[in-house]
């Protein structure tokens, strides 16, 4: 060989190919074959060989085909594309989308960010203008599963948190609203029509977007100025109407009651109670106790604590601007005259006037909260005539009945929100506004003269005990209107709505 023969060559590596090639598998040689000299096997020629001579023993062909076919038929068909585009397509797997996709894809997701918006107006709309607290989840709910859209509501005071997920995508959407409450009755109850179109699909939500943001866009139905004005009306009537006063206590009921107008035989209790009539908060705690009724918690314990401190603000208050004034004027007297001794004695059958003025001062007592409430002009007789229905059930129980206060607070509450309810169910328009209306009557009719008393009748030094036991009185009169509201909603509607979302307290 070329080594032995000249000693100074490079040796080179020994090739595999070089040796014989033996497995267990290769049958034993003769007995001759075995003394034979061993052929060397040659390497094959390069230029014949394939670049990828390897790759096919991987490939498809080499398969067994049975498992060929269970392979192709049990692959999972996943998708490369983007979580925007991951929806359903004619495209295969691994193509790119079509345009005729790629604009469907589009609508639909311009489909959802659209009815998204709409439940996020809708949902400001409905806290701005004065829905019912414990009815906003179950609105929005049901006004959700109308349009298709996977969400969740939890509602505490003046914030709704609102949560859109996708359970195909696992990918949720959080929004906080923020809104501070108010009472604009002839906006709610546009607001309230919608939602019923909405529900039954006689409008899109295109339609039903450009609708809302006229709703906002609309004018004050009633100036600001004439805001004082509605207040002094309602204090002027309450005086007389709830709380025993003269006339002359009901004409100085609308502005600050102090000590110094008992040196010209005023009544201070009369006038001081009569003054904040409007910003009694009957309303809210009723509203606090129906959300704990309906456990939602969150909502009803943190509107309760604060209507109860708000309670609590307004005795102590006056009490302590009573006690202080006392301290300054030593002229002025705590003694009562005869006429307020009877205006301390009066209540619903007892009063100060003649009985026959309240034809005057129950729709004088209503037109104020018309208009404080912002109902339109053809409201005003439906409201005024249910209110009027709560004041003679109350005033027939108390007088002639001679009934106990809690039925006086459970019979009329119970009245209002049935002949409510009935208007909602028959006629298929809004009546919240007019039970509303009879809650405020109720409120400083179930406080009455007891509180007033209660309130103003200790010394300097039982401030916090007045405070206290006028809260005690609001959260008594709350149940009882609470109770007869819940019922007379049970008895109408004992199974709920199944569309349109319930507008009553």
Same mark, same amino acid.
């Given at each position: 060989?070329?080594?032995?023969?000249?000693?100074?060559?490079?040796?080179?590596?020994?090739?595999?190919?070089?040796?014989?090639?033996?497995?267990?598998?290769?049958?034993?040689?003769?007995?001759?074959?075995?003394?034979?000299?061993?052929?060397?096997? &040659?390497?094959?020629?390069?230029?014949?060989?394939?670049?990828?001579?390897?790759?096919?023993?991987?490939?498809?062909?080499?398969?067994?085909? @049975?498992?060929?076919?269970?392979?192709?038929?049990?692959?999972?068909?996943?998708?490369?594309?983007?979580?925007?585009?991951? +929806?359903?397509?004619?495209?295969?797997?691994?193509?790119?989308?079509?345009?005729?996709?790629?604009?469907?894809?589009?609508?639909?997701?311009?489909?959802?960010?659209? &009815?998204?918006?709409?439940?996020?107006?809708?949902? =400001?709309?409905?806290?701005?203008?004065?829905?019912?607290?414990?009815?906003?989840?179950?609105? +929005?709910?049901?006004?959700?599963?109308?349009?298709?859209?996977?969400?969740?509501?939890?509602?505490?005071?003046?914030?709704?948190?609102?949560?859109?997920?996708?359970?195909?995508?696992?990918?949720?959407?959080?929004?906080? $609203? =923020?809104?501070?409450? /108010?009472?604009? +009755?002839?906006?709610?109850?546009?607001?309230? =029509?919608?939602?019923?179109?909405?529900?039954?699909?006689?409008?899109?939500?295109?339609?039903? #977007?450009?609708?809302?943001?006229?709703?906002?866009?609309?004018?004050?139905?009633?100036?600001?100025? !004439?805001?004082?004005?509605?207040?002094?009306?309602?204090?002027?009537?309450?005086?007389? #109407?709830?709380?025993?006063? =003269?006339?002359?206590?009901?004409?100085?009921?609308?502005?600050?009651?102090?000590?110094?107008?008992?040196?010209?035989?005023?009544?201070?209790?009369? $006038?001081?109670?009569?003054?904040?009539?409007?910003?009694?908060? /009957?309303?809210?705690?009723?509203?606090? $106790?129906?959300?704990?009724?309906?456990?939602?918690?969150?909502?009803?314990?943190?509107?309760?604590?604060?209507?109860?401190?708000? @309670?609590?603000?307004?005795?102590? /208050?006056?009490?302590?601007?009573?006690?202080?004034?006392?301290?300054?004027?030593?002229?002025?007297?705590?003694?009562?005259?005869?006429?307020? &001794?009877?205006?301390?004695?009066?209540?619903?059958?007892?009063?100060?006037?003649?009985?026959?003025?309240?034809?005057?001062?129950?729709?004088?007592?209503?037109?104020?909260?018309?208009?404080?409430?912002?109902?339109?002009?053809?409201?005003?007789?439906?409201?005024?005539?249910?209110?009027?229905?709560?004041?003679?059930?109350?005033?027939?129980? @108390?007088?002639?009945?001679?009934?106990? @206060?809690? $039925?006086?607070?459970?019979?009329?509450?119970?009245?209002?929100?049935?002949?409510?309810?009935?208007?909602?169910?028959?006629?298929?328009?809004?009546?919240?506004?007019?039970?509303?209306?009879?809650?405020?009557?109720?409120?400083?009719?179930?406080?009455?003269?007891?509180?007033?008393?209660? !309130?103003?009748?200790?010394?300097?030094?039982?401030?916090?005990?007045?405070?206290?036991?006028?809260?005690?009185? +609001?959260?008594?009169?709350?149940?009882?209107?609470?109770?007869?509201?819940?019922?007379?909603?049970?008895?109408?509607?004992?199974?709920?709505?199944?569309?349109?979302?319930?507008?009553?307290?």
């Amino acid at each position: 060989m070329e080594s032995e023969d000249n000693p100074n060559s490079k040796k080179k590596p020994t090739s595999l190919y070089n040796f014989p090639l033996h497995s267990s598998t290769d049958p034993l040689p003769d007995d001759n074959d075995h003394l034979q000299p061993t052929t060397k096997l &040659k390497r094959p020629p390069l230029q014949n060989r394939p670049a990828s001579w390897l790759s096919g023993v991987a490939s498809s062909k080499y398969v067994v085909p @049975s498992l060929e076919k269970r392979k192709k038929s049990n692959a999972p068909v996943l998708s490369r594309r983007t979580s925007m585009d991951s +929806m359903v397509t004619t495209a295969s797997q691994f193509e790119p989308i079509t345009l005729e996709d790629r604009i469907r894809i589009t609508f639909e997701i311009a489909n959802i960010l659209q &009815k998204q918006e709409f439940l996020r107006k809708l949902c =400001r709309a409905l806290m701005m203008y004065g829905c019912p607290a414990h009815r906003l989840e179950y609105a +929005m709910r049901q006004v959700s599963r109308t349009l298709g859209v996977e969400a969740e509501y939890v509602f505490i005071p003046n914030v709704m948190l609102m949560t859109f997920y996708d359970s195909t995508t696992h990918t949720t959407e959080t929004h906080f $609203i =923020r809104q501070n409450p /108010g009472f604009e +009755m002839h906006r709610l109850a546009d607001i309230y =029509r919608l939602e019923k179109l909405v529900a039954y699909g006689e409008v899109s939500v295109d339609e039903a #977007l450009e609708f809302i943001d006229k709703v906002y866009e609309q004018p004050a139905i009633y100036p600001r100025w !004439l805001q004082p004005f509605v207040f002094a009306l309602a204090a002027f009537s309450g005086c007389v #109407l709830f709380y025993g006063g =003269r006339w002359k206590e009901g004409g100085v009921s609308a502005a600050l009651g102090t000590r110094g107008v008992q040196k010209y035989e005023f009544c201070f209790a009369p $006038i001081a109670f009569s003054s904040f009539i409007v910003v009694l908060p /009957g309303y809210p705690m009723a509203v606090a $106790i129906i959300e704990l009724v309906s456990r939602q918690l969150v909502s009803g314990v943190v509107r309760m604590v604060y209507a109860i401190i708000y @309670s609590f603000l307004l005795g102590y /208050g006056v009490s302590m601007g009573s006690a202080l004034y006392l301290t300054m004027d030593k002229s002025a007297t705590t003694a009562q005259s005869d006429q307020c &001794k009877t205006a301390s004695n009066a209540s619903t059958c007892i009063s100060s006037e003649s009985p026959w003025f309240n034809f005057l001062l129950v729709p004088l007592f209503g037109l104020a909260f018309c208009v404080y409430l912002r109902a339109k002009l053809p409201r005003w007789p439906v409201m005024v005539l249910v209110a009027a229905i709560a004041y003679v059930v109350n005033y027939s129980l @108390s007088c002639w009945a001679k009934a106990p @206060s809690q $039925i006086l607070q459970i019979a009329p509450a119970f009245t209002i929100a049935l002949i409510g309810n009935l208007m909602s169910k028959f006629t298929g328009k809004m009546s919240f506004d007019a039970v509303l209306l009879g809650v405020f009557y109720l409120v400083p009719s179930g406080l009455g003269v007891k509180a007033a008393l209660g !309130l103003f009748g200790g010394g300097s030094d039982e401030v916090g005990n007045q405070g206290a036991g006028f809260a005690l009185v +609001m959260i008594e009169t709350s149940i009882g209107i609470t109770l007869g509201l819940f019922l007379a909603t049970l008895l109408v509607y004992p199974k709920g709505t199944q569309r349109t979302p319930l507008m009553s307290l």
